[in-house]
């Protein structure tokens, strides 16, 4: 295993922890996605925007009444892609 086994994009902090709550949960809306990682609403919408483009997540917009809400979950090459990096992780700790 060498450093380039790690996805240096997905390490970024704000990345690694908006994927590992995206992991952990069905789906996730902003306001969940924002209490669990510490992110504000900017550097969220860049992160998931980001996600989208590379296909690790799936964003659902939905309306209620008058107002919108955005649903946002990891899609299968999203999982894939945050499994191998834990993969590699571990064996680079020895695990």
């Known amino acids: 295993m060498s ?3 790690l996805d240096a994009h997905l390490l970024a902090p704000k990345r690694f922890v908006t994927l590992a709550h995206l992991n ?3 789906q996730a809306d902003y306001p969940a ?3 669990s ?6 550097d969220l919408s860049k992160v998931i ?7 690790l997540v799936i964003v659902i917009k ?9 649903v946002v979950r990891l899609s299968g090459q999203g999982e894939k892609s945050f499994r191998h990096l834990l993969r590699v992780l571990n064996q680079a700790a020895g695990q």
């Open 33 to 35: 996605l924002q209490e």
């Open 62 to 70: 939905e309306r209620r009444n008058r107002y919108g809400r955005t």
């Open 37 to 42: 990682t510490g992110l504000s609403t900017p």
């Open 3 to 5: 450093y380039q086994d």
């Open 24 to 26: 952990q949960v069905e």
């Open 49 to 55: 925007r980001d996600f989208e483009e590379r296909g």
